[in-house]
């Protein structure tokens, strides 16, 4: 680990020059000590969902205020982006899923949940725009499988800030990123592109959705292969697609801490990784060695 401290204030650059940014994934404001500690020079994933796990009610407008606040000033000037509530499947919050189903990955989750219950969502988008004032904020959106889905939640964050404005807030533009987590988005990834100001690939759902394997079933794990050549495809049109359209992309699963594949992941073009914080400096020197 002391090796590896050596790297902290470190640029992620290449042997030949190709730089790559290496974010942190967070769940709670409390993991920023983590972040600053191993050198995280952003927030590539806030899970905002647990900020309303282990309660009986949703937070407030004013806490996720104060929690996205707290986040942004801790990370001066840094990029921190807010994924909207994620809310079903492996991440269950009792008192906003009304009945149990029989396939929750297949289900209610994330933005879905969001259009049923879209007081939720428009509660969450006004504390983003509210907290934007304090820093360099972005939001995307989970669980996406349609252009169409995406002009509504576009809209929803128009009308959010525009309610806000007229009440007096100063706020400041966000940008608005999609993650590609599911085939069908990985797919309309050259249509996505024109809709979004980035795209963040989340792995840990595109792997479970293209081989059909639930990423929490033990049993399955032998099938659960991060490196199937259709997951590996899907991400590398995920980029050239990005690309096409002038936007960035990180990768946000699981699969963005993994060593074996930095070099692939440069050589796609890959913008950003976005890893847990204490795998910041072990992503550091795989890209420092490529
Ligand atoms: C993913 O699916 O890869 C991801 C980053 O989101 P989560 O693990 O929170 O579903
Ligand atoms: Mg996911």
């Known amino acids: 680990l002391s090796a590896l401290n050596e790297l902290i204030g470190l ?30 020079h952003g927030i590539g994933l806030f899970r905002s969902e647990y900020l309303y796990m282990d309660r009986t009610q949703p937070p407030s407008e004013e806490e996720q205020f104060q929690s996205y606040k707290s986040v942004l000033e801790q990370m001066p000037g840094k990029r921190v982006v807010i994924r909207t509530v994620d809310i079903g ?14 396939n929750p990955a297949l289900g209610c989750r994330g ?37 169409e889905e995406v002009k509504i939640l576009k809209k929803m964050a128009k009308d959010a800030k525009e309610q806000l404005i007229e009440e007096g807030f100063e706020c400041n533009d966000v940008p608005i990123g999609i993650m590609i987590e599911t085939p069908a988005a990985a797919l309309l990834s050259e249509r996505l592109a024109k809709e979004a100001d980035f795209f963040s690939i989340g792995t840990n759902d595109l792997i479970q959705y293209t081989l059909a394997i639930d990423r929490q079933n033990s049993h399955m794990e032998d099938y659960y292969n991060e490196v199937h050549p259709a997951v590996l495809q899907l991400i590398e049109m995920t980029v050239q697609n990005a690309h096409k359209a002038g936007i960035e992309v990180s990768i946000c699963g699981e699969l963005a801490g993994d060593i074996m594949l930095t070099k692939q992941f440069i050589d796609m073009g890959v913008n950003e990784l976005s890893v847990p914080p204490a795998a910041v400096l072990k992503v550091r020197k795989a890209v420092i060695e490529s």
């Open 11 to 40: 640029d992620n650059v290449t042997t030949d020059g190709r730089k790559v940014n290496i974010y942190a994934n967070i769940g709670s404001v409390e993991d920023i000590e983590n972040v600053l500690k191993y050198d995280g």
């Open 89 to 102: 499947a492996d991440k269950q919050v009792p008192y906003l899923l009304n009945e149990t189903e029989q």
């Open 111 to 147: 933005i879905r949940l969001c259009f049923e219950k879209p007081d939720i969502l428009m509660t969450q988008l006004r504390a983003i725009y509210r907290s934007s004032f304090y820093g360099n904020v972005a939001m995307m959106f989970p669980m996406v499988i349609s252009v």
